[in-house]
């Protein structure tokens, strides 16, 4: 199991900061357009108290590793689910795959604090767990590499919007 942390500086409030990180829209362009995913959608959205629940499925379209990708099979994907607390800056999610549930660890703490009057500092920490013989180390490193990815190309699609 490995851990991992992504820090992003943004030139908007928290506040502001996570009013784009939870926009529908925002989210299903940059998935689908940025990320060229076959698959992103919402499939639930509710506030419960100062909580916002949301569940996505994802589909990357991107490649496994072979040995992996045999094991996973075919139209493999990921269920997330989060709860964000924006009032608070804090929030947290958990990925499930489609196969290998058992096997697959991938959930993520994210944390907002202001930084300066009108800025903010987004901080992300993962946890990413394979435990597939053989191959779960290089899994792992797959998989923190392309969450990296992500998130960089996240932050700059952000920081594009906010302005």
């Known amino acids: 199991m490995i851990t991992f942390t992504t820090v992003y500086e943004f030139a908007a409030t928290p506040e502001k900061v996570w ?3 939870l926009h529908y829209g925002f989210n299903d ?15 639930e959205m509710r506030e419960s108290g100062d909580s916002v629940l949301r569940k996505v499925v994802i ?5 496994l590793p072979g040995p992996v990708a045999k094991l ?33 660890t991938e959930k993520a703490a994210i944390r907002t604090e202001p930084v300066g009057d009108a800025g903010s500092r987004m901080t992300v ?4 767990g394979m435990d597939v013989f053989g ?26 919007t906010l302005g």
């Open 59 to 63: 589909e990357s379209g991107r490649q």
């Open 125 to 128: 920490d993962f946890t990413v």
């Open 19 to 21: 009013e784009l990180f």
């Open 72 to 104: 996973a099979g075919s139209g493999f994907r990921e269920t997330e689910e989060g709860e964000f607390k924006p009032k608070a800056g804090t929030g947290a999610w958990t990925r499930t795959p489609s196969a290998l549930a058992d096997k697959w």
């Open 135 to 160: 191959v779960g180390g290089l899994l792992e490193s797959t998989w923190e590499k392309r969450l990296r990815e992500e998130w960089d190309a996240l932050a700059e699609a952000m920081r594009k």
């Open 29 to 43: 362009r940059f998935y689908k357009q940025e990320l060229k995913y076959p698959e992103w959608y919402l499939a």
